[in-house]
């Protein structure tokens, strides 16, 4: 009996991870600012501020645009932050400057990136007030919620937001008051 032949092993075939589209780098030139002449006097005080500068040249670290743009009222992610600057190396952000010029669009692209949620994320928010599971909150929580907590509405914007979304038992569907303001 001839002895067998030893199989040998197939040769695993590793395919290469297929490339991840990649981001483009932040363009400053493409931003067209919008702010008030008074607004900029204010971000340019506030500017001052971080400037640590040896003979005060309105300019500022990498690492403290951040700072500065979250001292300005922003909350960006530090990776909204890191793209505005282009992506540097953590050694150079306490090394390279930018200026009061070089700021501005990059705080406006921050201001406009404002995350607005989706229709999944209202809806979960004000599922949280849905006590009895069927699909509504009552009216009087909900205005209450809206005057007193986050960003507070005045009573007249809450009222002129809730205007015809309650049924007859003052409860509101909250998918379908999710739709309406998302709407407008």
């Known amino acids: 009996m001839a002895p067998k032949k030893k199989e040998e092993p197939k040769p695993v075939v590793v395919k290469p991870e297929p490339e991840r589209p990649k981001t483009p780098l932040f363009d400053a030139t ?9 607004e900029i006097e204010d971000f340019k005080d506030a500017f001052q501020l971080f ?3 040896p ?9 403290q645009c951040g700072d500065l743009i979250r001292a300005l009222g922003q909350n960006p992610t530090n ?7 282009g992506k540097p190396k953590a050694e150079d952000m306490q090394v390279k400057m930018l200026d009061f010029d070089q700021f501005l669009p990059m705080h406006q692209h921050i201001c406009k990136a404002k995350n607005r949620g989706t229709f999944e ?13 069927n699909g509504t ?4 929580e909900l205005r209450h919620v809206l ?3 986050g960003e507070k509405m005045k009573e007249d914007e809450v009222e002129q937001l809730m205007q015809n979304q309650e049924d007859a038992n003052g409860c509101i569907n909250y998918e379908a008051f999710v739709k309406h303001i998302m709407a407008s």
């Not at 493409?30 to 008074?38: A, K, N, S």
């Not at 994320?121 to 599971?133: A, T, Y």
């Open 30 to 38: 493409g931003i067209t600012l919008e702010f008030t002449p008074e």
């Open 121 to 133: 994320d209202f809806v979960e928010g004000l599922r949280v007030f849905d006590k009895e599971g």
């Open 79 to 85: 990776a909204e932050i890191m793209y505005v600057l």
């Open 137 to 140: 909150v009552m009216g009087a």
């Open 147 to 149: 005057a007193t907590l």
């Open 55 to 63: 003979t005060n040249e309105m300019k500022i670290t990498f690492a």
């Open 51 to 53: 400037d640590r500068t």
